[in-house]
């Protein structure tokens, strides 16, 4: 068998033999600690990852299509090596601190009430997607497609109208003031 469906990992340690499997499907993560595992190659279909340690891991042409993260601390992790086919990823109350998503097209995807300080988007697509309730705290946003990204009840971050594309997308006040701070200019409430 070269797949396992159906299966849940509950408070396990896992490293690349116990995880025999290059492909899981419909498969349920708990807890688990998969700090600095070599996850490159792998595929992961329908699965969730619930209060999971995934920081540092390897994620040379990584699979994730309809994949769910909740609650997971996912420091420095590297997008943008992914696979990018059908990628589909939506994070809810996320750590992921330090993350790289250069490039990586993140249209599918969605991030909810979740820490993004020092997160590249540098010419990600992410036209579409809620980014609801969210901390992007130094995150760079340069040439990064954002047209119709809801970025409602979204904090800290800094985003240059000329280099981005932000057609019809959606911000509250008064973060909206991000927007701003590229042109030095200095406002008064």
């Not at 993560?29 to 619930?50: E, G, H, K």
């Not at 980014?131 to 954002?146: G, H, K, R, S």
Request: hydrophobic fraction near 35%; aromatic fraction near 16%; charge should be negative.
């Amino acid at each position: 068998m070269d797949f396992l469906m159906d299966e849940v990992f509950d408070n396990q340690k896992l490293d690349n033999q116990f995880l025999k499997w290059r492909e899981y499907d419909s498969c349920e993560f708990r807890n688990c600690d998969f700090t600095a595992v070599n996850l490159s190659s792998y595929r992961f279909v329908n699965c969730i990852f619930q209060e999971c340690n995934m920081s540092n891991i390897a994620l040379e042409n990584t699979s994730f299509q309809e994949t769910v993260f909740r609650e997971c601390k996912m420091f420095g992790l590297q997008f943008t090596s992914c696979d990018f086919f059908n990628l589909s990823m939506n994070f809810e109350f996320c750590q992921l601190n330090h993350s790289n998503f250069y490039k990586t097209p993140l249209k599918n995807s969605s991030f909810k009430d979740s820490i993004l300080i020092e997160c590249d988007f540098t010419e990600a697509n992410l036209s579409g997607i809620a980014l609801t309730n969210c901390d992007f705290a130094f995150a760079v946003f340069e040439q990064t497609n954002l047209s119709k990204c809801d970025f409602q009840k979204s904090k800290n971050y800094q985003i240059n109208p000329n280099t981005n594309t932000l057609k019809d997308a959606l911000f509250s006040n008064p973060e909206v003031l991000g927007l701003l701070s590229c042109f030095g200019i200095k406002i008064q409430t």
